[in-house]
Nanobody
Framework: QVQLVESGGGLVQAGGFLRLSCAAS????????MGWFRQAPGKEREFVAAISWSGGSTYYASSVKGRFTISRDNAKNMVYLQMSSLKPEDTAVYYC??????????????WGQGTQVTVSS
């Protein structure tokens, strides 16, 4: 079992930046691929970014590529999502997720409670 707690969300103006953090606890964190997802009001949850267990591989949704960066610190059991050049359409609840797999994946087994990001125009 992996427990995930997100933080760092908030209100920011378009063009601004935020860094989301995800604290993981439970089973060996360093062996889990990690990801970030988001869900806007009235929309389905969508994939944002993923990182392999070592941090050596990353993958991004086309809508955020070049603006968002996912990273991890296995010594601290932390995953981060650095978001820049934010747009109003980035407004959503952002979720951290952990996979039982080690490589970049779309399959996730554990989820955090989410943190709200609101981008004003």
């Amino acid at each position: 079992q992996v427990q995930l707690v997100e933080s760092g969300g908030g209100l920011v103006q378009a063009g601004g930046f935020l860094r989301l953090s995800c604290a993981a606890s439970g089973r060996t964190f360093s062996r889990n691929a990690m990801g970030w997802f988001r869900q806007a009001p009235g929309k389905e949850r969508e994939f944002v970014a993923a990182i392999s267990w070592s941090g050596g591989s990353t993958y991004y949704a086309s809508s955020v590529k070049g603006r968002f960066t996912i990273s991890r610190d296995n010594a601290k059991n932390m995953v981060y999502l650095q978001m820049s050049s934010l747009k109003p359409e980035d407004t959503a609840v952002y979720y951290c997720a952990a996979s039982k797999l080690v490589g970049v994946t779309t399959q996730y087994d554990y989820w955090g409670q989410g943190t709200q990001v609101t981008v004003s125009s």
